[in-house]
């Protein structure tokens, strides 16, 4: 089932590798959606990406009407973005979240527009320690960083995140006795495999 919201444009469903399905949005001449972003020499830092997504955030009428909600998985859309930065709008429903990931040689930032997010990054003893971030809050993720983002909550939520360099790789962690382990790095273009 599909939770819309008003003025959603057409989506299509396609299959991705890891066998999950996800679905996203096409793009429509009235929304800032995206191409790929392409590689700039000069990849923009943490408090750059930050400005950037809260600069979105403050567009509600570039984003508000391509937001949707589907069970079973997290839904995105890639937005408009300077050269060298990926940005992406994602939803949440309740229970739905990552997996503990880095972004590979990317540094990230992400705002939340509606609802409430938790991010769980380790502290410097290895423990997981959960952080909730409601509407309005903007975080940085260092390149290397390790983090998940769930929505624990019983509210939708919506999320803008900007990646520089574009997003190319993540790896995947597990956690284990002694800490968190890597599990797989995959290839990707995408918020998640």
Known sequence: MTVDVPLRPATRTSTRTSTRTSTRTAARADVAVAPAATTSPVPLGA????????????????W??????????RWWTRLDAPD???????????????EPHDHGDSTAAFTIVAGTLTEVRPDADGRL???DFTTGRTQTVATGQIHDVL???TEPAVSIHAYSPPLNRMTY???????LVP??????????E
Do not use: H, K
């Open 47 to 62: 408090d750059e990406l930050a400005a950037l997504v809260r600069s979105l955030a403050d567009r509600p009428d570039v």
């Open 64 to 73: 508000r009407p391509l937001v949707q909600f589907t069970e079973g998985e």
């Open 84 to 98: 060298g930065v990926d940005v992406w709008l994602l939803s949440w429903l309740p229970a739905q979240g990552t």
């Open 129 to 131: 320690v959960p952080q």
């Open 151 to 153: 929505n624990v909550g």
């Open 173 to 179: 962690y597990r956690s284990t006795p002694d800490g």
């Open 183 to 192: 599990s797989r790095t995959v290839e990707t273009t995408e918020p998640e």
